[in-house]
């Protein structure tokens, strides 16, 4: 059966992207200094201006204009010629609280050192996915267009193609058989450019430095669709042209197309916040099965209520790719191999430290940097349903 699917990413420069560099550079400040550190920060920028927003509980107080001017001149942006305001305050009593004292800790059936004793900073629905179709066990769509991105990004910065500017996507639809990629349909490529620069020669230059080295996993046929800049010219970009806001890019961030989304953005959030880590442990999780050889393909599904410490439910789905036992099976397993809790979660990938800012763009899955993207629980997996 034929499929297509496709994904998006964006560069650093993108507005929405801005943002999350942003809220995500923020959050990296205060855990630096203070690991324990509360931070739910959202970030709208707009021509002209900045606008920093949420609740920050820390022992440190972040300097967030210095943090913001520092983001952009990174982006490529002038940081002079923009007005930033913040309107921080601190966490909500009431979600401290919880979050402080989970409900099994409040009804006394646990104790502090139970991992047990911290409640989910607020409810929701976070998926989990990982396939055995490229190196990196993620869909082909979003790492193809996460290379595309990285390689614009790249050449931007050390002045490999000349005349480019910071705001730029890409976008990949690739043809599946039988739920396998078989060939690269379309790639359409926007990159911002100044205005003396030649289109033809922006078009050579984006097949030749960018798509030829970050297709090289599944290369072009010649029946391949190449868009580049298809709208023609592409001056007026950036924050001149969009409105950027924080957590927008949601299955920019995750899986493309091929994979729901639970709803909750990742960037300005500490790992209290079960939309992040949550979502983080979910794609551990579903990782390590697919590299323990249980499923080609596998999704994880995990549901939190506010204040209460273990997750309201825990769901796979391997598509009919399960080759040791029923998805229940495997669902069952994971609390015996994992840890659940928000508190668990944080200790087990490391989740107070400032490492945020580096997962803002390009993709927070399929990174071999993030302790989330570790199979070292494969082994004890498949010795657990066997």
């Not at 309107?87 to 004292?101: C, M, N, Y």
């Not at 998926?127 to 996460?146: F, H, K, R, S």
């Not at 970009?237 to 961030?253: E, N, Q, S, Y």
Request: charged share 25%.
């Amino acid at each position: 059966m034929k499929r297509f699917y496709t994904a998006e990413s964006v560069t650093e420069g993108h507005p929405d992207k801005l943002c999350d560099l942003i809220a995500d550079s923020i959050l990296d400040a205060c855990l630096k200094e203070d690991e324990n550190s509360r931070v739910a920060c959202e970030v709208l920028a707009t021509k002209g201006n900045i606008i920093v927003a949420g609740e920050i509980t820390s022992r440190f107080e972040p300097q967030v204009f210095e943090i913001i001017k520092k983001v952009l001149e990174s982006a490529g942006y002038e940081a002079e010629e923009i007005h930033m305001d913040a309107l921080i305050h601190k966490q909500s009593p009431d979600i401290a609280g919880a979050v402080e004292r989970s409900r099994e800790r409040r009804a006394g059936t646990v104790s502090v050192q139970s991992g047990l004793a911290s409640g989910a900073g607020d409810q929701g629905i976070m998926i989990g996915y990982a396939c055995d179709e490229t190196p990196q066990l993620m869909p082909m769509p979003v790492v193809l267009a996460n290379r595309i991105v990285r390689e614009l990004s790249a050449s931007r910065r050390s002045g490999y193609i000349t005349g480019i500017l910071s705001d730029g996507k890409a976008q990949v639809t690739v043809e599946y058989e039988d739920d396998r990629p078989v060939r690269l349909d379309t790639v359409v490529v926007s990159c911002q450019h100044e205005k003396e620069k030649s289109l033809r020669k922006l078009e050579h230059e984006i097949r030749e430095k960018v798509l030829r080295p970050a297709l090289r996993m599944l290369p072009p046929d010649e029946d391949t669709k190449i868009l580049i800049n298809p709208s023609g010219r592409f001056v007026c970009g950036g924050l001149d042209a969009d409105t950027g806001l924080t957590g927008r890019k949601l299955m920019v961030d995750t899986y493309g197309s091929l994979v729901p989304h639970g709803g909750g953005a990742f960037s300005g959030k500490d790992c209290s916040k079960v939309d992040r880590s949550g979502a983080y442990m979910a794609r551990y999780i579903a990782k390590n099965m697919v590299a323990a050889g249980l499923a080609s393909r596998c999704q994880v599904s995990l549901a939190y209520a506010i204040g209460v410490a273990q997750p309201v439910m825990v769901q796979v789905d391997t598509f009919g790719t399960g080759k040791i036992c029923a998805d229940d099976c495997l669902a069952a397993a994971i609390p015996l191999v994992f840890g659940l809790t928000p508190s668990q979660i944080c200790d087990t990938l490391h989740l107070k430290r400032p490492i945020y800012r580096q997962s803002a763009v390009f993709g927070h899955f399929g990174r071999k940097e993030f302790p989330w993207e570790k199979t070292d629980k494969a082994e004890q997996l498949r010795d657990t349903v066997m």
